[in-house]
């Protein structure tokens, strides 16, 4: 397996950048690097939005944002409150709070024990690079699988009747793509049902499938990259 180690060249999302007045340096490299704040977490109101390096970000995946980590870098996270740990990849910037240095996905939050309570102090521990591997040259033994969900409902008859409307549909029945309703928790006490078609294996067929669903009215399909 290939490993990232920094190499000195710098993309743009590991640039110098400026948000709200404030100027921040992005680090060289994440050698050494521990730190104890508060940790917060973002979750259904960016989740599909584009994170800093233009993924998807997925509130159900293990990621987080850092204000001047290089992105990717993996970091151990742990919860003071209870001993918990998790490992998880820098793929966006923030938390733009002057008392948090980490804003962590729902899930991993959520694994910390600390998506109800919102924050939780923590200490951030960088892996060394060897730990994890280089953008686009790594291959996992599971490789990621492409969906496109068609719709988030906290309602389950309506993501079942988007689910029936989508199964109906001529076009995408040629297409021969799964259609299910998954559920996950996202809130306190609260259920998200999200309606995913795949797993697609092509480019052009995923293409497809967005372009049918706009058609049918659902203006913001989103692609899913899980394992």
């Known amino acids: 397996m290939t490993y990232r180690v920094n190499d000195g060249v710098r993309e743009p999302w590991n640039s110098p950048y400026e948000v709200f007045g404030d100027r921040y340096e992005v680090n060289r490299d994440s050698q050494g690097y521990v730190e104890v704040g508060i940790a917060s977490w973002y979750g259904p109101k960016f989740h599909g939005r ?3 390096n233009g993924e998807v970000f997925d509130m159900q995946g293990l990621s987080a944002a850092h ?3 290089p992105i990717p870098t993996m970091v151990r996270v742990t919860n003071l409150d209870n001993g918990r740990k998790i490992d998880v990849r820098i793929n966006d910037r ?6 948090r240095i980490i804003d962590l996905s729902f899930a991993a939050a959520k694994a910390l024990g600390f998506s109800k309570q919102g924050t939780a102090p923590v200490v951030v521990e960088a892996l060394d690079a060897v730990n ?3 953008e686009g040259k790594a291959k996992s033994e599971t490789p990621p699988k492409v ?3 068609a719709g ?3 309602s389950l008859s309506s993501a079942n009747n988007l689910k029936r409307n989508i199964e109906a549909n001529f076009m995408l029945q040629r297409l021969k793509a799964p ?3 998954l559920q996950s928790e996202f809130e306190t006490d609260s259920i998200l049902h999200k309606v995913w078609i795949g ?3 092509q480019t052009k067929t995923e293409d497809t499938v967005t372009a049918i669903l706009v058609q049918m009215g659902l203006n913001k399909p989103v692609k899913v990259v899980a394992n």
């Open 50 to 52: 584009k994170t800093s």
């Open 152 to 154: 988030a409902f906290q």
């Open 199 to 201: 797993p697609i294996k």
């Open 147 to 149: 969906y496109i969900q």
């Open 132 to 134: 994890y591997p280089v």
């Open 179 to 181: 259609v299910r309703v």
């Open 67 to 69: 204000k001047t980590l």
């Open 94 to 99: 923030g938390p733009f709070h002057d008392d």
